[in-house]
């Protein structure tokens, strides 16, 4: 989730680069001043309005680009994702009418990442963590032990924090899509199988009026996707203890890159698709490494050419020569015996 909505509102930030200032900016029409005075109704605020210098401006979008690379990367996660949460914040009550729905999952995740202990894993503090862990043996006993129960204490801290966090986003998944099901029932058009044509009529959703033509050509097709989406959406809250997730995951995988090409909402999409990625299980996040290590394997980097000065090994493979001994192993390369003994 970390990495999947760092890099969806990092995208975001710089794809709307050259129009920042019509939709953040001091001169935007919706001025500075409208966002105060909608700002004392709804309560809401943003340090965007802060000042009206355009400096100012040019500086808090360039720490947004900066915070969502880091938050990311997994660097200094903890005052990244509240930073990263204030960001979100800041720009989306900015101009909350010149937005869509994809921004309102975006902040509230990212308000709800700010409890989780998201840099654990494939972030940069994670390559921090392991190199202190490695460095640490060579210190007292004393002080090992003393350092240890306050991690063990911290670390108990943040898992209950972590697990109510992940339980607020599991929840919210689950209310948005039983809601947007229910929501559907009580309107004709998805009755009748015909929601999906006239969206695809729509000029504000036509990123691709010839492709939108096209889909919208096969009526049977779209009464098909539309009693589908309202079933999937529905029954969502209620597949989520057995087996029957994964292909209803699958399916709704594929609506949300439908609705990214055919409605022209990439953001909405990619913040869906991060969200149902909550429900896969640690297994499946476990094997991904194994498969870039595997991928390795059978694409290997291409070798140097040995050089004039080189020495070619000498023995069988894996045994040392009786002339030469063992090469020392280079730094943070594992013994060849691991290996070997997990085979036998």
């Given amino acids: 989730m970390r990495i999947g909505y760092g890099l969806l509102y990092l995208i975001f930030l710089l794809r709307e680069f050259p129009h920042r200032d019509e939709i953040w900016g001091p001169n935007s029409p919706w001025t500075p001043t409208l966002a105060r005075r909608l700002f004392d109704q709804t309560g809401w605020n943003s340090i965007l309005v802060l000042s009206d210098s355009r400096t100012y401006f040019e500086?808090?979008?360039?720490?947004?680009?900066?915070?969502?690379?880091?938050?990311?990367?997994?660097?200094?996660?903890?005052?990244?994702?509240?930073?990263?949460?204030?960001?979100?914040?800041?720009f989306h009550a900015r101009s909350i009418f010149m937005t869509d729905g994809g921004d309102n999952l975006v902040l509230l995740m990212a308000l709800y990442l700010v409890l989780t202990a998201c840099g654990r894993r494939w972030s940069l503090d994670a390559r921090r963590n392991r190199l202190r862990t490695a460095g640490a043996g060579n210190a007292p006993d004393s002080v090992r032990s003393c350092t240890?129960?306050?991690?063990?204490?911290?670390?108990?801290?943040?898992?209950?924090?972590?697990?109510?966090?992940?339980?607020?986003?599991?929840?919210?998944?689950?209310f948005l899509y039983g809601s947007a099901g229910l929501y559907k029932i009580q309107g004709p058009?998805?009755?009748?199988?015909?929601?999906?044509?006239?969206?695809?009529?729509?000029?504000?959703?036509?990123?691709?009026?010839?492709l939108s033509h096209l889909v919208d050509a096969y009526p049977m097709v779209i009464a098909i996707a539309s009693y589908v989406t309202v079933l999937l959406q529905v029954a969502f809250p209620f597949v989520l203890f057995g087996r029957l997730k994964y292909p209803v995951l699958t399916v709704l995988l594929g609506m949300h890159i439908g609705i990214a090409?055919?409605?022209?909402?990439?953001?909405?999409?990619?913040?869906?698709i991060v969200a149902d990625a909550v429900f896969l299980p640690d297994r499946f996040?476990?094997?991904?490494?194994?498969?870039?290590?595997?991928?390795?394997?059978?694409?290997?980097?291409?070798?140097?050419?040995?050089?004039?000065?080189?020495?070619?090994?000498?023995?069988?493979?894996?045994?040392?020569?009786?002339?030469?001994?063992?090469?020392?192993?280079?730094?943070?390369?594992?013994?060849?015996?691991?290996?070997?003994s997990k085979q036998r």
């Avoid at 999906?196 to 959703?205: D, G, Q, S, V």
């Fill in 189 to 210: 058009t998805w009755g009748s199988g015909t929601a999906l044509h006239y969206a695809l009529n729509l000029e504000l959703f036509q990123p691709w009026p010839t």
């Fill in 148 to 174: 240890l129960q306050l991690r063990d204490a911290r670390n108990t801290l943040t898992t209950v924090v972590h697990n109510c966090g992940m339980l607020v986003i599991a929840a919210q998944v689950c």
């Fill in 285 to 340: 996040y476990a094997l991904l490494p194994r498969l870039y290590r595997r991928a390795g394997m059978w694409w290997p980097a291409p070798s140097r050419a040995a050089g004039p000065g080189s020495v070619p090994p000498q023995g069988r493979p894996g045994a040392p020569s009786s002339k030469h001994g063992a090469v020392p192993a280079q730094t943070g390369t594992p013994p060849a015996t691991g290996f070997a």
């Fill in 261 to 272: 090409v055919l409605l022209g909402l990439p953001l909405f999409s990619g913040a869906m």
């Fill in 59 to 90: 500086l808090c979008y360039v720490t947004a680009l900066l915070t969502s690379a880091l938050f990311m990367l997994g660097w200094r996660t903890r005052a990244t994702s509240v930073l990263f949460a204030v960001v979100v914040t800041s």
